[in-house]
């Protein structure tokens, strides 16, 4: 079992930034793919970026892509979403999540997640 809580979401004014962690507990991260989800209300759950078990491969959505980076720190068992250049549409609740194998955009193929933490961006 893996235990995920996510911090250092917030209000944010549009064009500011902000770094999420994940940290985790239970397993080492170093076996897992890691993925970063968000979910706007009424809106389905959203692919945001992922990252291999090295660091060394990641994905990003169309979204942000060039504004966020997703980087980990197996020896602290903890990965980062920096987040720039927000803008109000980046509000939603963001989830980490963790599998084994290669990165996914779908939601479904993540084994584990966090309680999910709550940025919002204002105009």
């Known amino acids: 079992q893996v235990q995920l809580v996510e911090s250092g979401g917030g209000l944010v004014q549009a064009g500011g930034s902000l770094r999420l962690s994940c940290a985790a507990s239970?397993?080492?991260?170093?076996?897992?793919?890691m993925g970063w989800f968000r979910q706007a209300p009424g809106k389905e759950r959203e692919f945001v970026a992922g990252v291999n078990w090295s660091g060394s491969t990641t994905y990003y959505a169309d979204s942000v892509k060039g504004r966020s980076t997703i980087s980990r720190d197996n020896a602290k068992n903890t990965v980062y979403l920096q987040m720039n250049s927000l803008k109000p549409e980046d509000t939603a609740v963001y989830y980490c999540?963790?599998?084994?194998?290669?990165?996914?955009?779908?939601?479904?193929?993540?084994?584990?997640w966090g309680q999910g933490t709550q940025v919002t961006v204002s105009s």
């Open positions: 999540a963790a599998k084994m194998g290669v990165i996914r955009y779908s939601d479904s193929a993540y084994t584990y």
């Open positions: 239970g397993r080492t991260l170093s076996s897992y793919v």
